[in-house]
C-alpha cells in the first residue's frame, strides 16, 4: 500500500507450483508485491497496472474512525495491524443502469474494480465461500429487474448463474445453508418488488415463496410513494435465524416488515401506523424514550438486523407525511435524511431510538431515493 494501513496480504496453502491472484493494485502505478515463504525468504515484484477511464476513479472518499459512541460499538470492526480492509461500493445512475462497483481502502485509494456497461450490478455481496454474487445483466423488465443472479470472483470468472422466475431486483441474503433468499416481482409483472422467493443453491429451483400482499393489502399503507403496480417497493431483504424473522424495507408502505419464515406471517410493522386500516393496530411499535427525539422513518432503504437484534437502516425522508397529512410535508431546504438505528421489543411491542446521524447535516445530506447504511 501506500502506507501501512493500505497493505493487503494473504496466506495461500504449500504446494510447488502456485497460480496466485493479484488484488489491490494502483491503476496508473507501479505497485510493489512481496512473495515470502514459511522458510522466510521472500522476493519482490514490481507490477505496473494500467489507468482507468471511470467515473469510479474520481470519488472522493472521507474516512473517519470515531467509535466513540458506545451505542455502535457493536457494529464496527477494527483490523489490529489496519490491513486487508476495503470498502466495496456500487455506483448506480439516475435511470437505473450502472457504472459498476469499485472498492477503496482505509485511504479513499481505489483498489478493485467491476466495470459494466449493461444492465446492474446492485447488489453486490461476498459469499460464505469467499467469492462475490451480484445482479445478473441480462434485464427483462423495467430499468433494473435482472434476470436472476451470478456467482463470480475477483479476476472475474464466472461459476453459476441463478434464473429467477420474476426477476432479482435490490437485494439477497445467503442462509445458513446456503440457498438464497432473493427480492423478486409477481412472474408476470403485474406488480412488482412485492414477492420474495427462496432459491435453492444446488438446483435453482424456487422452494419457498411469499407474496406481500398476503400479508397487507396493496391498497393500504397511505404512502404518498404508491402505484398500482409498485405499491410495496420492497428494496432490501434480512434473515435472522435466531428468530426466524425475514426483514423487508417496504418503501412505498414507508414500514419494515418483521415476517415469521415459517409460517409466512406478518410478526410486525416498523413505522408510522397512520394510513394503514388492514393490519392490525397490536402489530404497530409504540414509541418510548421519546425525549431522546424519536422519528418514524418515511421511504427508507437498505434495513439490517444488528447483533442483538436491533435495527439499522437509512430514512430517506421523502415527504415524511402520509395522505391526508400532506400539509405536512416537508419540503424546500427542511427535507433531510437519516442513518438511523432502532432497539425493538416484540415482546412488549415497544421502539426506542438509539442512534441517528443526518438531520443535522439537513439538505446537503438528504437523498430522496436509494442510499444505504451498513
Known sequence: GHDRSGDISTVFPSATVHMLPIYGLYPGETTTVELTLD???????????????????????????????????????????????????????????????AAYDQNGDLRWILKTTEGTVLPMKRLK???????????????????????????????????????????????????????????????????????????GEVVYELNV??????????????????????????????????????????????????TSTLKWVLGDPKGFSSVPAEKFFTPVHTENGFEWQYAQHNASFLPGGDILLFDNGTHRTKKGYEDLAVTG???????????????????????????????EWYSSFISGVT
Not at 141 to 151: D, F, I, Q, R, V
Not at 234 to 258: E, F, K, M, Q, W
Request: hydrophobic share 30%; glycine share 8%.
Open 39 to 101: 522458510t522466510g525468504e521472500y522476493v519482490d515484484l514490481s507490477i505496473t497496472a494500467e489507468d482507468i477511464d471511470s467515473v469510479l476513479t474520481q470519488a472522493e472518499v472521507t474516512a473517519a474512525a470515531d467509535l466513540s459512541d458506545e451505542s455502535l460499538s457493536d457494529t464496527a470492526s477494527t483490523d489490529s495491524e489496519g490491513s486487508s480492509s476495503l470498502t466495496f461500493v456500487c455506483v448506480s445512475t439516475a435511470d437505473g443502469g450502472s457504472y459498476g462497483a
Open 213 to 262: 400482499s398476503d400479508l397487507i393489502d396493496p391498497s393500504d399503507g397511505g404512502s404518498l410513494n404508491q402505484t398500482d403496480s409498485d405499491w410495496c417497493h420492497n428494496n432490501s431483504i434480512d434473515y435472522d435465524p435466531d428468530t426466524d424473522t425475514i426483514l423487508l424495507s417496504c418503501r412505498h408502505l414507508d414500514a419494515v416488515l418483521g415476517i415469521e419464515k415459517n
Open 129 to 203: 465461500n469467499g467469492r462475490l454474487m451480484r445482479s445478473s445483466s441480462q434485464i427483462i423488465h423495467g430499468n433494473y429487474y435482472a434476470s436472476g443472479l451470478t456467482e463470480f470472483d475477483l479476476c472475474g470468472k464466472y461459476y453459476t448463474e441463478y434464473l429467477i422466475p420474476g426477476g432479482q431486483h435490490h437485494d439477497f441474503v445467503e442462509l445458513e445453508n446456503g440457498n438464497l433468499l432473493v427480492c423478486s416481482s409477481q412472474e408476470d409483472f403485474s406488480s412488482v418488488e412485492d414477492r420474495i422467493v427462496e432459491i435453492d443453491r444446488k438446483t
Open 333 to 363: 431546504d427542511s427535507v433531510y435524511s437519516r442513518a438511523v438505528r432502532y432497539h425493538i421489543d416484540p415482546e412488549s411491542m415497544t421502539i426506542e431510538q438509539v442512534w441517528s446521524y443526518g438531520k443535522e447535516r439537513g439538505r
